[in-house]
């Protein structure tokens, strides 16, 4: 799919040969709208629906997928043959237009652990475009042109219940079971659609409509995730402009994920109860509504989800200290540092996450541009680009230009230059603090950056004087240059860059061995220290540790000379390997503890090796899912699947500090 979507690409059999409009309107043309009758029953995996469409005259030419099979087709009035070859069917609509509608139905495959369309026993999935629903053969957006308005009524036979995107207009049961319809006038997206046998509960915070559909084994949730979602609309309204939907659901789906759509979130019935989804997940989905969902992403590169990351998560974190917002910071360098440079990317060129590679660059990067700019701007000028950019936008589509112009017009600055470095390079500076000298009330700095060529920075440097500490800013936009920087005190130390506001490549001892430092690394050379049933456990695991596409190791994977080492296998095959490649063995704060072992550590010859140690084939088969989610960390201690303690190794004294004198 070409859309640039905030939700992971639809999969699935609909999803490659879907039912589609190979129609592109014609300019001026008013948008797409569909009037559908969507009737479902999960017990029998069968969808049946009457789909109502304004089109343009003229030679139209329709895409139908082999699993749902045409029943009839109207123009106006009339029945039209099928002049159906093969998956398409083809129609004239009469000058001045006209009403198409399509009469189709067939059966779904049920859920099988992916986002694809699916529909059997435990409810309905069915994500805009997964096929299920004519639309445009090339996305609107990709085309210029706006996604359809739609109105949409479902029915469910008890004890389901359905849900969708868009405004609830009404809602019933009767002995039939349950049916209502949803509707969306503006030009936002196609409809999605979930159904299950929820419990609804729901709360009225003024006009918005708060929903959780849950499970039976759920019951206790309701109340902590209503009111995070009242608090996190209301933070979003007051410093963006009114939440742009008329409620926000949450959807309880057999998947295990965490999807947003445009005034609901799909997450997985498994990880729903766990804190970090509330705490975290949530209120970044809930940010998708005015990013992503109410400002569409334009051409250029995504630039939603590190706003998102940005205004929610990072948000999230400052409210909770500037301890907290730091480590945050780290976490994003420390990721990047962790990222081979032919896998990095500009962040013009990031469209999606389709693996952690990507998510360096989207997520971590495009966050820490706009940190950066809201400490050259201010803090009143970023949000007031941030609300010139929403009243200008919603609704419509929009890039980092309009991004950069709506900053500008905030601040009355030139921001091409801040804008052009960090979008359109890959790559980052690397700072070094060449020289310190003290220079009668203040100190010389000489600083170097390694580049292709010089960033234009705002160099933060801390000093450390008699009297307390001062914090300073230099602008750097040389290869190297000597810097005065005042001091108001008898000078101690200088540190530049200390609490991580740059996005640079971490200097030798600032970053420690992570995960990602391996996982990230295709090459990587790859062991498999165990035999039967716990070395297929260890080949599943070691395949999913490593981003990207999947690939299958029966054993050794040589990676060639320098390529980082991942040694998966049982407890004493794993020491036996250890032992023969010179290989520290398993830190005496891992030993004995758990039934999983995992750490990152230097091999003799300076490569990275990155270990998993599981007492058997039950316990390496456990990390299988949660493992590849603790990429930041340099070590763990699992209890089968869940992480009892985990870490990061300390780091030594900062290179980029310098005590004055020595």
């Known amino acids: 799919?070409?859309?640039?979507?905030?939700?992971?690409?639809?999969?699935?059999?609909?999803?490659?040969?879907?039912?589609?409009?190979?129609?592109?309107?014609?300019?001026?043309?008013?948008?797409?709208?569909?009037?559908?009758?969507?009737?479902?029953?999960?017990?029998?995996?069968?969808?049946?629906?009457?789909?109502?469409?304004s089109l343009?005259?003229?030679?139209?030419?329709?895409?139908?997928?082999?699993?749902?099979?045409?029943?009839?087709?109207?123009?106006?009035?009339?029945?039209?043959?099928?002049?159906?070859?093969?998956?398409?069917?083809?129609?004239?609509v009469p000058e001045g237009g006209g009403q198409v509608t399509i009469r189709y139905g067939g059966r779904l495959p049920g859920f099988t652990g992916g986002t694809g369309v699916a529909l059997d026993r435990e409810g309905a999935f069915l994500p805009g475009q997964g096929g299920w629903l004519p639309d445009p053969g090339a996305d609107p957006a990709a085309d210029g042109g706006d996604p359809p308005s739609w109105r949409l009524s479902v029915r469910v036979p008890a004890p389901y219940v359905a849900v969708a995107?868009?405004?609830?207009?009404?809602?019933?049961?009767?002995?039939?079971?349950?049916?209502?319809?949803?509707?969306?006038?503006?030009?936002?997206?196609e409809p999605s659609v979930f159904a299950g046998a929820w419990t609804v509960e729901e709360r009225m915070a003024g006009a918005l409509r708060l929903r959780l559909y849950r499970h039976p084994e759920q019951t206790g949730l309701a109340d902590g995730y209503l009111d995070l979602s009242e608090q996190a609309i209301a933070a979003g309204a007051a410093r963006i402009g009114a939440?742009?939907?008329?409620?926000?659901?949450?959807?309880?789906?057999?998947?295990?994920?965490?999807?947003?759509?445009?005034?609901?979130?799909a997450i997985g019935r498994s990880?729903?109860?766990?804190?970090f989804i509330r705490s975290q997940s949530l209120t970044h989905e809930i940010m998708?509504?005015?990013?992503?969902?109410?400002?569409?992403?334009?051409?250029?590169?995504?630039?939603?989800?590190?706003?998102?990351?940005?205004?929610?998560?990072?948000?999230?974190?400052?409210?909770?200290?500037?301890?907290?917002?730091?480590?945050?910071?780290?976490?994003?360098?420390?990721?990047?540092?962790?990222?081979?440079?032919?896998?990095?990317?500009?962040?013009?060129?990031?469209?999606?996450?389709?693996?952690?590679?990507?998510?360096?660059?989207?997520?971590?990067?495009?966050?820490?541009?706009?940190?950066?700019?809201?400490?050259?701007?201010?803090?009143?000028?970023?949000d007031a680009g941030i609300r010139r950019f929403w009243s200008d936008h919603a609704f419509r589509d929009a890039g980092w230009p309009d991004l950069r112009r709506a900053f500008e017009a905030a601040s009355g600055r030139d921001l091409g230059r801040l804008f052009s470095q960090w979008l359109e390079r890959r790559g980052a500076p690397l700072l070094t603090l060449?020289?310190?000298?003290?220079?009668?009330?203040?100190?010389?700095?000489?600083?170097?950056?390694?580049?292709?060529?010089?960033?234009?920075?705002?160099?933060?440097?801390?000093?450390?004087?008699?009297?307390?500490?001062?914090?300073?800013?230099?602008?750097?936009?040389?290869?190297?240059?000597?810097?005065?920087?005042?001091?108001?005190?008898?000078?101690?130390?200088?540190?530049?860059?200390?609490?991580?506001?740059?996005?640079?490549?971490?200097?030798?001892?600032?970053?420690?061995?992570?995960?990602?430092?391996?996982?990230l690394r295709p090459a990587a050379e790859r062991v498999i220290a165990a035999d039967g049933d716990a070395a297929e456990a260890a080949q599943a695991l070691a395949g999913r540790l490593m981003d990207g596409a999947g690939r299958e190791s029966g054993g050794r994977e040589s990676g060639g000379s320098g390529a980082p080492l991942l040694l998966v296998g049982t407890d004493a095959a794993v020491a036996r390997e250890l032992d023969r490649r010179g290989i520290a063995p398993v830190p005496a704060e891992l030993a004995g503890r758990g039934s999983a072992r995992v750490w990152v550590s230097r091999a003799a010859d300076g490569r990275t090796a990155l270990v998993v140690s599981g007492a058997d084939a039950a316990a390496l088969q456990a990390l299988v899912r949660p493992l590849p989610h603790y990429g930041r960390q340099s070590w763990l201690v699992f209890d089968g699947a869940k992480a009892a303690d985990r870490g990061v190794w300390p780091v030594g004294d900062s290179p980029l500090r310098r005590v004055v004198g020595r």
Do not use: C
């Open 1 to 53: 799919m070409t859309t640039l979507r905030i939700r992971a690409p639809v999969l699935g059999t609909l999803a490659v040969a879907a039912l589609v409009l190979g129609v592109v309107a014609p300019a001026g043309a008013a948008p797409l709208h569909h009037d559908i009758d969507l009737t479902l029953d999960p017990a029998a995996g069968r969808v049946e629906v009457v789909d109502r469409l």
């Open 165 to 189: 995107t868009g405004r609830l207009v009404e809602e019933g049961r009767d002995a039939a079971g349950y049916r209502a319809v949803f509707e969306e006038t503006r030009s936002v997206e």
């Open 271 to 275: 990880v729903l109860p766990l804190p």
């Open 434 to 519: 060449a020289d310190v000298r003290a220079d009668g009330d203040g100190v010389l700095l000489t600083l170097r950056q390694e580049a292709d060529r010089p960033y234009a920075l705002t160099v933060p440097v801390r000093l450390e004087t008699a009297a307390g500490v001062e914090d300073r800013k230099v602008r750097f936009d040389a290869r190297e240059a000597t810097l005065r920087v005042p001091a108001g005190a008898a000078l101690r130390a200088v540190s530049v860059d200390p609490d991580f506001d740059l996005f640079r490549r971490l200097a030798p001892g600032e970053a420690p061995p992570i995960l990602r430092d391996v996982t």
């Open 56 to 92: 343009p005259a003229g030679a139209q030419s329709l895409r139908l997928d082999s699993a749902l099979a045409l029943h009839e087709l109207r123009v106006g009035d009339r029945v039209v043959p099928a002049d159906r070859h093969g998956d398409r069917l083809r129609l004239v």
């Open 288 to 382: 998708h509504n005015w990013w992503g969902n109410g400002v569409r992403v334009g051409s250029g590169g995504n630039w939603a989800e590190g706003l998102t990351t940005y205004m929610a998560d990072y948000a999230a974190a400052r409210d909770r200290g500037a301890d907290a917002a730091r480590a945050m910071r780290l976490d994003w360098l420390r990721d990047y540092a962790a990222l081979p440079a032919e896998r990095d990317r500009p962040l013009t060129e990031f469209r999606s996450k389709v693996h952690d590679a990507a998510q360096i660059v989207g997520y971590g990067k495009a966050a820490m541009l706009f940190h950066m700019l809201e400490e050259e701007i201010g803090r009143d000028a970023f």
């Open 243 to 265: 939440y742009p939907f008329d409620g926000f659901s949450i959807v309880s789906v057999p998947p295990p994920v965490g999807l947003g759509f445009p005034g609901l979130t």
